[in-house]
Structures are given as structure tokens and as C-alpha cells.
């Protein structure tokens, strides 16, 4: 006899209408297919792979840790192009920041406030190298020039962000004590955003420090220029310690900015 | 001479010791930039020049030449396709390295730490950097972009997955071990109802991270509307490579629309 209740509890589905729930399933997997089938995907080229696999792999075992001077060089390069960019962008970010406050700004100041966070946070920083790099030529200066983009795109974001939630009340107050703009972004806005500030530059200077390892392949200078380099002699062994040296490094400085960031906040 | 307690009578905000302390960070932080400054190569009759540079080569963006537009947009569902391939290849390996790397499911020891591994592996290495590779190993392509994607995605969903089951609730998964139920069944109905939407918001949040992350492919040969742009700047023709910006700029402000969208829809 059919019981009118199932016998066993089954789950209930994530999607309660059906045909919704396969139509979903379905669209799903006629995309999957459809993408698959019409990327220009050189098979093969691909079928080469894996013996050339097994060749890059060899040529990088060992790691060749034989030229530290030019490892130094190029890491210490990336370390000051990462500094100078991240003091650069932090600073200009405050300004963009208050532009971008909707508590501060009148409308015109905030739509272009704004548009350019959006602007400096849509293009991947290799992409803005490339275009400083035609700019003002090979070198750290390009990748500076670039991270200042990429730090003002995140940095101003958060503290536009962190401004909108300020204490009203602090600006009322010495806005009625008589104060004038200057004052009171000093004395009302500054003080409640300067810990957030300073978590986000901290943040900001590892984050900086590892996409300079990106923007030198690009040619715009620091270790990423020394690894752009070693891939393309075929030196693998020398870029597979470059690469360790880069994880060891981002390793360090996550840690360290981590252990600040937590101090301070 | 300062002394080094805090004098009752008049208010300061910090004490002499914190003063120091706070002097000390900020020399700390000024040598560290005349440190930089002085040591970077700057070319600065070329930093003099930047603007005047920048804006010749504005000038020359201007009007973008739409001749393309075909081509253009070809490309930019290619790179669209590249990131969400990579995106969906990347969730389904993070999945078992994020079981394995949270320390309340990993089985032992030895797989916690080859979890871990693998996540700081995938973390540290950039995405265009693992694109060197791919395009070492697999020739120019589509080929080496997603897999440039998928193993950069994985150590990042990895780590916030494994963090979501780090947190879960004990008790469901206590009760169900309770009744005698598999180790297959304590997954499907203890563990995953409580990640489930920490899995759809951070599978959208890389997403969007890889839309972004794929319109750079293409300029270390991995396919996807880079390549083009690189043609476009390689042959001066920069009013075609102001068109291919614009399209790269509003594909990635499309992409943030749909990814808000779908996390109200689903979370």
C-alpha cells in the first residue's frame, strides 16, 4: 500500500520550483559546453605540454640560488618602488576619500570623487603598468606611478567608506563651536578615521609589495623584471628561487602586517 | 627636561612615553621613504615630463576608434568565458583542499599540513606568474589563462572555505555522528548546509576577482582581450586601445553589478 507520507526524510531542495531548479541545472550545463566549445583552445599545442613539462620542471630542479646580488637587487628595487608608491598613494587618497563621502561632498564633487576609485579600481595594475610604461619609460618610476593607481583605487574605497560612518555629532560640535572646513576635517573628521588610515596602509604596503613582483614583467621595474627576465633565457632553475624568494617574502610581510594590523585595531 | 610621568595638572592627550614611542614610528616611517627615494633609479627629467607625456598620449586615445568593435567584443565574452570556467574549475578542487585543510575535518596531521601547503602555494603565487608558466608549459592560449585562474583561485577559496568550516556549529555534525551516520552523510547534511552560503558569497566575491584578473592574461600570451590590447599598443594604434579600455572598464563594472546582484538574489 502507497502511504500518503514518504517512508524517509529526504532533504528539501535548495530551489523550491522545479522547473526553475532544472532549468538552472540545465543553463548551467548548456554554458559549461558552449564556452568550452567555442574558446580557440591549439590541442595540438597542448599535447606538446606535457613533455615540455617535464622539461621546465628538470631545468628547474635545482633552484639556482647563484646570483644573490642580482635576486637583491631586483627584490630591493620592488621593496622601494612598494614604499614610495603606497606613502604617494595614501596620501593622495585622503582628498579622493572626501570627495567620495556622500556626508561631505555636494553631488557634483561626489560623482567625480567617485569615478575616479572606479576608474583606478577597474584596471589591473599590469595593465595600467603598461600604459606608464609607454608613458615614462622602463623602470621602477612606471611601477611606481602604477601602484600609486592601485593603492588609491583600495585605499580611498575604504576610507570613503569609513567617513560615511563617522560620529555626526563631532562635526556638529565644532562646526557650532565656529570652526572652518580645514578645522573641522582636522579636529571632527581625521580623529575617527586616522586608526582605520593606518590599518589600511599597513595593508595596503604588503599588498603593494606583492603586486610590484606583477608589474615588473611588464617591464616597470623591481623583481618581477628580474623574473620576466629569467623565463624568458629559459633560465628556469634561476626563476624557480626567484619565485620562492617572492612566496617567502609575501610570507614575511602578510605576518608582520598581520601582527601590526592586530595591535591596532 | 621632560620626565617621563604624566603630570596631573595639565591635560595632554598622550603620555611623554607614548610621545616617544609615536616620534619614533614616524622617523621609522620618514627614513624609510628617504630611504627609498634616495636609493630607487628615478629618471626625473622623465618624471618632469609624465604629464606632458601622459596627456600626448590621451590626446592620441582621442576619438577611440570603434572599427573593431567586433573583434573587441568577440574577445571580451572569450575573456568572460576564460574567467568563469576557471572560476567554476577553481570551486570544485578548492572544495576537498578546504576539507582538508580545516583543522575539525582533516583526517590527520599530515593532510592538514599538505592542505595548508597547497593553499600558501596557490596564494603566493600571482596569477600572471602562473600564467608564465602555463604558457611555458602549454604554448599561447586559452588553455594556459584558465589554468593561470583556476590555480590562483583555489589557494584563495581554499583558505576562506576552510575557514567557514573552522567555525561551523559542533553540534549538528556530534548529532548525526550520534545516529550512526557515514562519514559521506555527515558531510552532506551536517557540514555543508552550515557553509553553504559562505560558499556561494565567496565563489561570486573570486568571480568578479577573476573577471578582473583574466583582461591581463592576454598580455602574457594566455588569451582573453589582453593579447588584443597588447596588439593595439605594440602597433601604436592607441585609438583602438582606448576603445578596448573602455570595453575592459565597462565589462568589469558590469561584472561588479552582476556579482551584487547575485549575492542579494542568493544570500
Partial sequence: MKSPLPETWSKPPAIANPVLRYGLILAVAVYAVWAIGTLPFDWARISDGVGRAGRIFSGAFPPSFERPGLMLEGFLESLQIAI????????????????????????????????????????????????????????????????????????????????????????????????????????????????????????????????????????????????ANAFKRYDYDFALAIIMVIVGAILISEAVSGMIRKRIW | MVSLDTRPEDWVRFTPRQRLTRFAIYAFVLISIAWAMSNVEINWPWLLDAPQQMGDLFGRMVP????????????????VNIATIATGAGVILSLPVAYIAAQNTTPNQATLWLGRFILVTSRSVNTIIWALLFVAIFGPGVLAGILAITFRSLGFLGKLMG?????????????????????????????????????????????????????VLGLVGAGGIGLVLQGAIDTFNWQEAATILLAILALVVIGEFISAWLRRQII
Fill in chain 2, 163 to 215: 575557514e567557514a568550516i573552522e567555525e561551523i556549529d559542533r553540534r549538528p555534525v556530534e548529532a548525526l555522528e550520534a545516529t550512526g551516520a557515514s562519514k559521506g552523510k555527515v558531510i552532506l547534511y551536517a557540514i555543508v548546509p552550515q557553509v553553504l552560503p559562505a560558499f556561494w558569497a565567496v565563489s561570486i566575491l573570486r568571480w568578479d576577482i577573476n573577471i578582473r584578473e583574466s583582461t
Fill in chain 2, 64 to 79: 577611440p576608434d570603434a572599427s573593431n568593435l567586433g573583434t573587441i567584443l568577440r574577445v571580451l565574452v572569450e575573456t
Fill in chain 1, 84 to 227: 614610495i608608491a603606497t606613502a604617494a598613494g595614501v596620501l593622495l587618497s585622503v582628498p579622493i576619500a572626501l570627495m567620495s563621502a556622500r556626508n561631505l561632498a555636494p553631488m557634483p564633487v561626489y560623482i567625480l570623487g567617485r569615478g575616479i576609485i572606479i576608474c583606478a579600481r577597474s584596471f589591473h595594475p599590469v595593465i595600467v603598468a603598461i600604459i606608464f610604461v609607454k608613458a615614462v619609460g622602463f623602470g621602477p618610476l612606471a611601477g611606481m606611478l602604477t601602484l600609486m593607481v592601485y593603492s588609491i583605487g583600495f585605499v580611498a574605497k575604504m576610507l570613503a567608506e569609513r567617513i560615511e560612518e563617522i560620529d555626526w555629532g563631532q562635526v556638529e560640535a565644532v562646526r557650532a563651536a565656529g570652526a572652518s572646513y580645514l578645522s573641522t576635517l582636522i579636529y571632527a573628521v581625521f580623529p575617527q578615521i586616522m586608526p582605520r588610515q593606518i590599518g589600511l596602509s599597513i595593508y595596503q604596503l604588503d599588498s603593494n609589495l606583492r603586486a610590484s613582483a606583477v608589474v615588473g614583467i611588464v617591464g616597470a621595474g623591481g623583481i618581477g623584471a628580474t623574473l
